[in-house]
């Protein structure tokens, strides 16, 4: 599920970020091997190369405004007035307006979390727990990916889908009601269970409602439903949370979400079985390999973030254990050779992370950044992101153009240096006499080199995987970037702890605390340029 940017809801992500499945991804999606364990019959094909996920505009296809629109009018002519019409034709309209409905609400939430999260940690005396606002999400939604992947397998996608979605609801409900910063982190983990479930339902959905030749229109609407969302969420949440509160952007959003669930009702009920229900029920889900593996490694991501969180002897156990879990998890779902960047498709998956990882890691503290030290307002230091997802469409438009098809590696190196250059600009904004406005050249600038390094990525994976090898290898790249999200925020929140971050007082005003902690902040956004450093390596060896 990128915060929980589109990519991370996705990337996810985002805010953001951040990030979803891939189109190619298993029946199910959820968890990938390299054995391909537990891979259920039945899956859904490989969608077309630049199909999309639940990601950021333009991640893995190309995808502009008003691209809905036209790939809806083209399918609907290739349709040709037969049974399927196109996306927007009777046949499924009413599903594609409520599933399109969910991502924008999704993707809203996503970007208006990064403009009001600063103000919300500041109210609850929870600077020094920050990161764990994001970091719950992008934990509790890997583990969710796996357990909807059994699910929709065994059951069907309706049981996750509508779980997830009152899922996210309620955690919506908890975090905007928090009295504490531990209560509005576990409204965070909640709405992260709740993301899971979701992104991988629709894909489900997506694979048993529609004829193979409109799922790339469906996939590309899911991209397109990002672009207004990530334009007007930090104007609006910028507003909300200075005019009414932060709370409010919490918790206006359940109420939304009940229109498109009654407008895609009738569709999903005719939604056709691809086999009978094994027997069993929750039990055999939640006791499937690829579900205990992602809880593993997720409580082990939590273990290690507190253990770095608390630098003192009694961390060591809650670190030790932390690894032992994380490690062997790792390594058993993603294709063997990621952590060594071996030449090909292990290289791309490790990429991915890298890519997300980094990106979510940095943009997280970009607002409380503006907000803590330059006094900008959460209107104004929510905007300074916006650019990004525009210029990602770009990246993927560019990067898409079939005469820079030989040129492909090369687009991903340049991608990584752009992202590595933008994270290491970002902190200038803490000298005196630099205006405010580098971050957004800055950020509009990485998030043009994402656009060609994560769509190029989804590219690259289809080309490099055999037909029947795809979607286990598509969920490899979404665990990839879940666990980038997860590793990198952790990260993210143990540096600027350590270096005196969670000092920054909740009562503190932006002018007060300028310039009160500014190392904290060079040490996050040094150690994410170096992330993508590494990546630009890493992307020489995707051939």
């Not at 899956?43 to 630049?50: R, T």
């Not at 009940?258 to 006791?287: C, D, F, S």
């Not at 060594?340 to 943009?363: H, K, N, T």
């Amino acid at each position: 599920m990128t915060a929980d940017r589109p990519h991370d809801f996705g990337t996810g992500a985002g805010t953001g970020t951040g990030t979803g499945p891939h189109p190619g991804s298993a029946e199910g999606a959820g968890i990938g091997t390299d054995e391909g364990a537990d891979a259920a019959p039945g899956a859904v094909p490989p969608a077309a190369p630049g199909a999309e996920s639940i990601a950021p505009p333009g991640a893995e296809i190309t995808a502009t405004p008003g691209h809905l629109a036209r790939t809806a009018a083209a399918a609907d002519d290739d349709g040709g007035g037969g049974p399927d019409g196109g996306i927007l034709g009777r046949a499924h309209r009413a599903l594609t307006l409520g599933i399109v409905s969910v991502v924008s609400l999704v993707a809203f939430e996503a970007s208006a979390v990064n403009t009001a999260m600063p103000v919300a940690a500041r109210a609850l005396d929870g600077i020094g727990l920050y990161a764990f606002g994001f970091s719950a999400f992008f934990t509790a939604s890997l583990f969710a990916m796996a357990l909807a992947g059994e699910w929709s397998d065994r059951r069907g996608p309706l049981g996750p889908l509508f779980s997830g979605i009152a899922a996210f609801g309620t955690g919506l409900l908890i975090a905007g009601a928090a009295r504490s910063m531990g209560m509005f982190i576990v409204g965070r983990g909640v709405q992260g269970i709740g993301g899971g479930l979701v992104v991988v339902s629709l894909y489900v959905v997506v694979g048993r409602a529609y004829p193979e030749r409109l799922r790339p229109s469906i996939m590309a609407s899911f991209s397109a439903a990002w672009v207004v969302p990530v334009i007007v969420g930090p104007l609006v949440a910028g507003t909300v949370t200075e005019h009414l509160g932060w709370r409010w952007v919490f918790l206006a959003i359940p109420a939304l979400i009940l229109l498109p669930l009654v407008v895609m009702l009738p569709a999903l009920r005719t939604l056709p079985r691809t086999r009978p229900a094994p027997a069993g029920g929750v039990r055999q889900v939640l006791g499937s390999r690829r579900c205990l593996l992602a809880l593993a490694v997720a409580v082990g991501a939590c273990l290690l973030q507190y253990a770095g969180q608390h630098p003192a002897w009694s961390a060591l156990l809650p670190a030790a254990a932390g690894l032992a879990l994380l490690v062997p998890g790792i390594v058993r779902l993603l294709p063997r050779g990621t952590f060594r960047a071996a030449r090909g498709l292990p290289s791309v998956v490790l990429l991915r992370g890298l890519a997300a990882g980094a990106l979510v890691a940095a943009e997280s503290f970009i607002p409380l950044m503006l907000v803590t030290q330059r006094g900008l307002s959460a209107t104004v230091a929510g905007l300074s992101l916006t650019g990004g997802g525009l210029t990602w469409a770009l990246g993927s438009y560019v990067q898409s153009r079939p005469r820079l098809e030989p040129y492909r590696e090369r687009l991903m190196v340049l991608g990584m240096v752009l992202l590595a250059l933008a994270i290491a600009l970002v902190p200038l904004v803490l000298l005196d006499g630099v205006p405010a406005g580098i971050v957004a050249a800055a950020w509009t600038l990485g998030g043009f080199g994402m656009g060609l390094n994560i769509s190029s990525a989804g590219v690259l994976l289809l080309k490099l995987s055999r037909p029947e090898e795809a979607g286990s290898n598509s969920a490899s790249l979404q665990m990839s970037d879940a666990l980038g999200n997860v590793t990198f925020v952790g990260l993210g929140g143990v540096l600027f702890v350590a270096f005196g971050g969670g000092e920054i007082g909740a009562s503190a005003s932006g002018a007060s605390a300028a310039m009160s902690h500014p190392a904290a902040f060079v040490a996050v956004f040094a150690m994410m340029a170096a992330v993508a450093l590494a990546g630009s390596v890493t992307a020489c060896r995707v051939k």
